[in-house]
């Protein structure tokens, strides 16, 4: 099925799902450990940073949401539900059920869902506010600095231009 690109959601990104080997990521067998790198990277370097609370475990479980994202012989992205694991899962407290398996997006309201915990977690706050500061003003930013930027993503919901002004 092919999903809007319009929709904004960064982890859409063909090149990413291409670079990180996520086109790779589908449904095993309970033995076998799913393709964990764009999971880790959408933490550990999109969203959350290295320190924003999640485990090993959740980058397992997060990639298990994200089975199923691939793309197509054109490189646009593309969502097989017959490639996505419908068991149960859970990621930083965030339980995913376990349901029937279905056709069409089903299952791609677990990643997306999940897409806007990260979005308005305090972490990602946090993690992109102190990139910005360390690539505009300083290496090692004040904890009052990032605070500022920080407060201006969650006021505007991550607003960059927002967050600039506040750099």
Do not use: C
């Not at 859970?90 to 056709?103: D, E, I, K, L, S």
């Amino acid at each position: 099925t092919q999903i809007n690109m319009e929709s904004g959601f960064f982890a859409l990104s063909p090149a990413m799902l291409w670079y990180l080997d996520g086109r790779a990521n589908v449904k095993r067998t309970p033995d076998e450990k799913p393709n964990e790198n764009y999971a880790r990277e959408l933490m550990e370097l999109h969203t959350l940073g290295v320190h924003g609370g999640y485990t090993q475990q959740d980058v397992h479980e997060l990639a298990r949401v994200l089975t199923g994202w691939t793309i197509d012989g054109n490189r646009n992205f593309l969502y097989r539900a017959d490639y996505h694991d419908f068991g149960a899962k859970t990621v930083m407290g965030v339980t995913f059920p376990a349901r029937p398996q279905a056709g069409g997006t089903a299952g791609m309201d677990e990643a997306m869902s999940f897409a806007d915990f990260l979005l308005n977690h305090p972490a990602t706050a946090r993690h992109i506010a102190t990139k910005l500061l360390r690539w505009f003003i300083r290496p090692d930013p004040t904890a009052a600095q990032v605070n500022v930027v920080a407060a201006a993503y969650t006021a505007t919901g991550g607003d960059i231009k927002a967050m600039l002004r506040a750099v």
